[in-house]
């Protein structure tokens, strides 16, 4: 009986792993279906609003588990010198991790690459949901990428303290 128990109980371990493991990689993942238009936009230093940039080979995934899940991948055309000049930088962006099998996004590569300043970081829309910013960076050979992070705002309303002066009021519920 116990050799029976000790065989159920390291099944059930090891299925309720593989379990996690696949709704953390795969299960929540949805492709996104690009619009060709608006997929990439940067936030203009003159309007302050978001526009789109020119791109192609766009590939991204989100899921609705957690507002932080989306990347994206694209090329671009346009020069760093060009989005320089018309768009916001952002020196607080860092790339988050994507799942192995979404190989274009690499967060280490990426992270590299804005650190030895070969990649640029900018704002791609801030407050895309309450809290959190859709960061864009550009390597210099024209490859994008595009992910959700939480903001200042965000990182002190999600912990349970009020919004400073200098932040958007949250929305109901925060």
């Known amino acids: 009986m116990g050799k029976f128990l ?10 309720g792993g593989a379990l996690m493991y696949y709704q953390q990689v795969y299960a929540y993942y949805d492709e996104v279906t690009p619009n060709g238009k608006t ?21 991204a995934i989100d899921a609705n588990s957690s507002p932080i899940r989306y990347r994206a991948c694209f090329h671009t055309t346009s ?13 607080e962006a860092v790339p988050l991790t994507a799942p192995g099998w979404f190989n274009c996004f690499d967060a280490k590569d990426i992270g590299a690459a804005m650190e ?15 809290g959190i910013d859709r ?7 024209g490859r994008g990428w595009a992910w959700d992070q939480i903001n200042r705002c965000g990182e002190i309303v999600f912990d349970g303290n009020p919004a400073p002066a200098d ?5 109901e519920g925060y």
């Open 6 to 15: 000790t065989v159920l109980l390291l099944t059930c371990a090891i299925g």
């Open 39 to 59: 997929d990439v936009q940067i936030t203009s230093l003159i309007t302050g609003a978001p526009e789109p940039i020119l791109y192609d080979e766009f590939r």
């Open 79 to 91: 020069s760093q010198a060009m989005l320089t000049e018309t768009y916001v930088l952002d020196d």
């Open 116 to 130: 030895d300043g070969s990649a640029l970081a900018f704002l791609g829309t801030a407050n895309i949901e309450y």
């Open 135 to 141: 960061m864009v960076a550009i390597h210099e050979d």
């Open 167 to 171: 932040c958007p009021a949250p929305p």
